[in-house]
């Protein structure tokens, strides 16, 4: 039977521990999230989302971090899963190459992983159809906005098609409007994608505003202290003023503030 | 394009200038040729040096220049590989460094006359022996600076790259070598006349013949100062020339490319 899960974390744990002292940064985290879903964490500051969204990325942790439990990508260890491309990564920020332009950025990817010339040339072009970067394919990046340039990231992130999105607080450096303007845009990307996503972020508004479900993690050692199904329909501009919405946004800040503590 | 005609024409003022109050004091304090030549003392010996015919065996001021050059050129990229390939090992591994670093540091304390003898005692004192000390003269500064680049580089870059291939190749070739295009070029320059200082300065302990760096200390041995004089100009308009031209390619380069900026 194929597994509708895509990531499965079982009494995940991590420990630094050096000679000078010893910090237990996650603690017994166990969750999973079904293929095609839009899912938020959100948790106090520091309380080690980043340590968390690195280890589900397969990425190197410092030498002094001890792992403990099971992290399960698509079936595969993270570092599998993202040697096969099974995940995309976008980070806080937009991390594009300024010697590349928006076309070669979204193109960098593909070049790495070789994919032969007219593959690249048309993804490229669909990508930036999609992401209306058409007219902004031989900018360079330093000439886009902000959220221009997070746009780039995310579809250089989605031109090798993985299953996986992982966003690490790609809109915090946003404005209001441009972050809702993204917000909607993500939205539009994954529901015409059909990505599973995985959302960090310290914004409750954001979390309720874009997913399906928001994991809400302690301060450290970090465990999860609720998860909450968002059950409002898409698209969610139209939710706004609804006191739904707003119950939800004030549960999690409920939970938030208790998991702080 | 105004203001850079008018700024040319201020420095010809002043060399100008410079040169008649040099013609004059030198008269007018009757200093003589073998302390320090007057302007005309010089023209003369450039006219003699560059304009009339010499015989076959003679070798002039700017072939020993040249010759020099050469050998600064030859030391330099030889550095700049070495180097580059030195940064990276010493970027990639904290042992090596610390192996590594009193040693390179030491090939900067020590100055190269003092070091030249002990090298040559082993390697001998011919024309290897010139390149490697002028080779390694230069690694410091650019292997030092290549390791820094490399470790600079935010993490997150190193991470998304590593998102898409594990092969550390891959890594050199999209985002390592294009973010070294700044250090290297920056280094060229400063390598560029170093390179030069270090040709000259390797010459005299060593028994290599064609250099002008030993035509000066020969000169000055049998005080033909106008000799000495000339070199010194040669060898210094050359080494502002290839500076020059190496601002104005990192300029271009960066300008245009925009290699290691994000």
Redesign the interface.
């Known amino acids: 039977m194929v597994s509708t899960k895509i990531i499965e974390v079982k009494n995940l744990g991590a420990i630094f521990d050096s000679k000078d002292k010893r910090l237990e940064v996650l603690k017994d985290i166990t969750f999973s999230i079904n293929k095609g879903s839009f899912v938020s964490i959100i948790g106090p500051s520091g309380c080690g989302k980043s340590t968390l969204f690195?280890l589900l990325?397969g990425?190197?942790t410092k030498d002094d971090c001890k792992i403990e439990g099971k992290i399960s990508i698509n079936g595969k260890k993270p570092q599998t899963a993202?040697?096969s491309r099974d995940?995309?990564?976008v980070?806080?920020?937009p991390?594009?190459?300024?010697?590349r332009t928006v076309r070669q950025n979204i193109q960098?990817?593909l070049?790495?992983?070789g994919y032969s010339k007219n593959t690249i040339e048309k993804k490229t072009k669909d990508l930036l159809k999609k992401l209306d970067l058409e007219e902004y394919s031989h900018y360079?990046p330093?000439e886009l906005s902000g959220g221009m340039q997070q746009k780039v990231s995310i579809g250089r992130a989605l031109g090798?098609n993985p299953e996986l999105l992982l966003m690490d607080e790609p809109f915090v450096a946003l404005d209001e409007i441009n972050r809702r303007r993204m917000n909607n845009e993500i939205i539009n990307i994954w529901e015409k994608t059909k990505k599973t996503i995985l959302f960090v972020t310290h914004s409750i508004e954001e979390s309720v505003y874009l997913s399906q479900s928001v994991i809400v993690l302690t301060k450290k050692p970090s465990t999860i202290y609720k998860k909450i199904d968002i059950e409002l329909p898409y698209p969610r501009s139209n939710q706004e003023n609804s006191s739904t919405y707003f119950k939800y946004i004030k549960e999690i800040r409920k939970y938030l503030n208790e998991a702080s503590n | 394009m105004g203001g850079k005609i008018k700024q040319i024409l201020i420095i010809i003022f002043v060399l100008v200038l410079i040169i008649l109050i040099w013609e004059f004091l030198i008269n007018y304090f009757e200093v003589p040729k073998r302390i320090v030549p007057k302007p005309s003392d010089l023209y003369i010996f450039i006219k003699k040096e560059f304009f009339l015919q010499h015989s076959v065996r003679y070798q002039s001021v700017l072939t020993k220049t040249i010759f020099s050059l050469r050998d600064a050129f030859i030391g330099f990229v030889i550095a700049l590989i070495v180097g580059l390939g030195l940064g990276i090992v010493l970027a990639h591994s904290k042992v090596i460094y610390s192996l590594l670093f009193p040693l390179l540091f030491l090939t900067q304390l020590i100055p190269v006359p003092a070091l030249a003898p002990v090298i040559a005692t082993m390697l001998g004192y011919g024309y290897p022996t010139k390149i490697f000390i002028i080779t390694l003269f230069l690694i410091f500064p650019i292997s030092i600076a290549v390791k820094n680049c490399i470790l600079n580089i935010?993490l997150?870059?190193k991470?998304?790259?590593?998102?898409?291939?594990?092969k550390r190749v891959?890594k050199y070739r999209?985002?390592i070598f294009?973010s070294l295009v700044p250090t290297l070029l920056s280094q060229m320059k400063v390598l560029s006349t170093a390179s030069i200082v270090a040709t000259i300065i390797t010459e005299l302990p060593l028994s290599v013949k064609g250099g002008i760096g030993k035509d000066i200390y020969n000169s000055f041995n049998n005080q033909m100062i106008p000799r000495v004089w000339v070199s010194v100009i040669l060898i210094s308009i050359a080494s502002l020339t290839i500076f020059e031209g190496i601002t104005i390619l990192e300029k271009y380069i960066n300008t245009k490319?925009?290699?290691?900026?994000?």
């Open positions: 690195r990325c990425l190197p993202r040697e995940i995309g990564l980070l806080q920020k991390t594009l190459l300024e010697w960098l990817p070049e790495i992983m360079r330093s090798y | 935010p997150s870059y991470d998304l790259i590593s998102t898409y291939s594990i891959k999209y985002l294009p490319y925009k290699y290691g900026e994000y």
